[in-house]
């Protein structure tokens, strides 16, 4: 069935580590091996082999608007003839960072980078640098790329391969990164108990998605914004997968806090490998060459990559997210009713276009709920969903991405297919 597939990754496997180029998509996690992909339409990918599947990655969430959205691809193809990289300023990196700026006030300035990794690791670097302190907190599950201080104890990728912490890092690197469970602000605030005055920032995702969907609990997020204003210290949001998918305007916008700094990432760059990081004005100021703070790139504010950021953002702002927010959660409800009437104990919670599955009885709060999770259940669901041409994430520890371009013909195989499921 997946012959071309499992033939491109033994060929892989001889030349590229794991044979994939970021681990997760290995699907060791799901005792399964990669699709490899040929091309992808709407919300349809169509594999080496010429299967199609409904598509709820949607390159872990990038992909918001559906793959190949016609005006996204008009851009890029005008974009390639003016040229791939200049290594200058180009008009359209000012439009997008305006485009950022219009939609999150709270970020008063922004600077591109190449990847969420980059602008969460730079927006760190930043943070310390503006508050002459080292220490952060930084919150089990969450996941913010792959840069040292962040992998004490990553969602995402680390979490499914339950490595706490990896080889390479430095002791001495995540000895100033706190833990703390999400949703606890008892335990943030036990951080600056402890270690308020040498404390430089708390790094959030506002809505947790690297490890399932797990949203902030009531008052969370504002409490975060409190403790950090009393102690000195930054509030981050990462709003690599939250940024443009939970609302125009990100999580800072649904949720009415205003962060001092925030990463972007995925969605801002239409496919194309883009990160971003930004703020108020007298912290990114400090950034070189007009300040101290030293970063920089070689294919930061690339030219396509800005030519498929702002299509895909002038596209967004036109269509109607509280529509694709109702459409999902109807989905996810009745996803969860399904399975659950096929005899299996499973969550299926959702916010904007985002939603979850984990094989519980309980709802799910953090990291230490979902590891708890019934895992052989999710591998079970997940091969027999792909074999009948649905394309969830290939671990427990994401997050299940809807688009503008599933319709409800779409939803409803998906639905038929689970179904088909059995526990
Ligand atoms: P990248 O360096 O992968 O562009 O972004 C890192 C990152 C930062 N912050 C958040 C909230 C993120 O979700 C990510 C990356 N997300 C994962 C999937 N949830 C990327 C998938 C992968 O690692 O292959």
Redesign the pocket.
């Known amino acids: 069935m997946d012959d071309t597939s499992k033939r491109l990754f033994t060929q892989a496997r001889q030349v590229i580590p794991g044979g994939v180029n ?1 681990p ?2 290995a699907c060791r996690n799901v005792d399964s091996s990669p699709l490899f992909i040929a091309k992808a339409a709407g919300c349809r990918l169509t594999d080496a082999d010429d299967r199609e599947y409904i598509d709820f990655v949607l390159s ?1 969430g990038a992909m918001l608007l559906g793959h190949a959205e016609p005006s996204v691809s008009a851009a890029l193809r005008a974009a390639v003839d003016r040229g791939t990289s200049y290594g200058a300023p180009c008009r359209d990196e000012v439009a997008l960072a305006e485009e950022i700026h219009a939609a999150l006030p709270g970020v008063e300035m922004v600077r591109m980078v190449n ?3 980059e602008a ?1 690791m730079s927006a760190l670097r930043l943070a310390r640098a503006v508050t002459g302190r080292d220490k952060i907190v930084k919150f089990i599950g969450c ?3 792959h840069a040292d201080p962040f992998l004490a104890a990553a969602g ?2 680390v979490s499914t391969f339950s490595i706490p912490g990896t080889p390479g890092v430095p002791a001495a690197v995540t000895a100033d990164t706190m833990l703390v469970p999400y949703n606890d602000i008892r335990a943030a605030e036990a951080c600056f108990v402890t270690h308020g005055g040498q404390t430089a920032a708390v790094i959030a ?1 506002p809505v947790a ?2 490890m399932g969907l797990v949203p902030p609990v009531p008052g969370f997020l504002e409490a975060l914004r409190s403790l950090t204003r009393t102690h000195g210290a930054l509030l981050i949001f ?1 709003e ?2 939250t940024g443009f998918r939970v609302a125009y305007g990100g999580a800072q916008t649904r949720f009415g806090i205003d962060p001092d700094l925030t ?1 972007l ?1 995925k969605i801002i760059g239409g496919g194309l490998p883009v ?1 971003a990081f930004g703020g108020k004005k007298r912290y990114m100021e400090q950034l070189a060459p007009e300040g101290q703070v030293y970063q920089a790139g070689t294919l930061s504010g690339n030219p396509l990559a800005m030519a498929a950021g702002l299509a895909t953002l002038r596209k967004l702002k036109t269509l109607n997210y509280n529509a694709i927010e109702e459409r999902t959660r109807a989905f996810a409800a009745e996803l969860g009713q399904i399975m659950r009437s096929r005899g299996a104990a499973v969550q299926t919670p959702s916010l904007a276009s985002m939603f979850g599955i984990f094989f519980s009885e309980k709802k799910i709060r953090n990291l230490e709920d979902i590891k708890q999770c019934n895992q052989a259940l999710f591998t079970s669901f997940y091969n027999q969903m792909r074999a009948q041409g649905i394309y969830i994430a290939p671990s427990a520890f ?1 997050t299940g991405m809807v688009s503008f371009a599933h319709t409800d013909g779409d939803f409803a195989k998906t639905l038929d297919a689970a179904r088909a499921v059995r526990f």
């Open positions: 970021s997760v998509r872990w990847s969420g990794t969460a996941y913010h790329g995402s990728g995702e998605g690297n990462d690599v997968i990463v990432g990160g994401e």
